[in-house]
Structure formats: C-alpha cells, structure tokens
C-alpha cells in the first residue's frame, strides 16, 4: 500500500542548508528525505481514501492562516530515539493545531510519540554523528512564512516527494 505523511517543506535557501548539514553529517536518507516539519507520519493509505483524505487537507489548509516559524539551535531525543533535530522556536502552536487538524480527518494514525514540531538531521547514526549534528546546528538560525503544507508520498526507490500542496488562507 502506498505510504503517504503530511509536511511542512522548509523553503529555500534554508532547505538546501539543512539537507546538506544532514549530507554531511553521514545519514543516509538525506538524499530521500527533504527538510520538513512533519503534521502525518508516514503513514499508508490506500487510492480510495486518498481522495478524501485530499479533500480534509483541503478543508484544514482552508481555516488555518499562514503563519511565521523560526527553526533555531538544535535538540535530541536521544536515549529514546537516536534522533538530533534543528527545533522550531516560532511556530509551535501553529503546528500544533495542524498536526491535530491533520489526524482528525479520514485517515487515523496513532503517533508513538507525543507531537513534538522539529525539523531532523541526523537519524540512526553513530553517538560521533549525533554529536557531530546536534554541535555542527547548534547556531543555526532562520525565519520564514509558513503559507502552504504537502502531502507527500513515498517512491517505490524510498525518494520522498510532494503529491499536492495546500495553501493556507484561514
């Protein structure tokens, strides 16, 4: 079954910072992966639902306003998850409401963890790397209009892309 999450793409330049940071770091999906604040995990849905699930994103996108984020420094769920995320410091309650927007609709999805808005780094790597990326961050900074959210979906080869895009106009 198709495998499908629902995001905010960090927009350029800021993107293609964060993306080779990851590059550099050693993770493997960087290339697969676009920087991103996720509102759905991955999670599959089948062509029937996904036309309705289309149609909430729709509904959500319609009675949420664009907002500002900041992503600043860096943070960890480590020992949990062997994660190191650059953090979002604006935004988060932005997310928030999203992300609950998001999972109220067709298609339900339990979350193995608490929502928690980020943007990652490094993933399954070495403690080296982890440090490498949680320290390489932790100065970075950047601001920007968050206006639309994407459905992605997952490639038969891994590569996550953006299906549709959802302006925000609440």
């Known amino acids: 079954m198709p495998t499908h999450g629902v995001a905010i793409t960090v927009p350029e330049p800021h993107g293609s ?4 940071a990851r590059e550099r770091f050693g993770d493997p999906l960087a290339h697969a992966i676009p920087p991103h604040v996720t509102l759905l995990p991955p999670t599959e849905i089948d062509a029937p639902s996904l036309e309705a699930f289309e149609e909430h994103l729709d509904v ?3 009675s949420q306003a664009p907002f500002r984020m900041t992503l600043a420094g860096t943070g960890t769920f480590r020992p949990l998850s062997p994660v190191v995320f650059v953090q979002v410091s604006s935004g988060i ?14 298609v339900e999805r339990c979350l193995d963890f608490n929502y928690h808005p980020h943007v990652t780094v490094a993933h399954k790597l070495s403690e080296e790397q982890l440090d490498e990326a949680f320290e390489g961050l932790a100065d970075f900074r950047c601001t ?3 206006s639309s959210f994407e459905l992605f979906h997952q ?3 891994g590569v996550w892309g953006p299906l549709s895009s959802f302006a925000l106009e609440g």
């Open 93 to 106: 309650s932005q997310c928030e409401r999203l992300e609950k927007a998001v999972r109220r609709g067709p």
């Open 60 to 62: 959500v996108a319609g």
């Open 17 to 20: 910072v964060l993306q080779q």
């Open 144 to 146: 920007f209009e968050v």
């Open 155 to 157: 490639t038969d080869d």
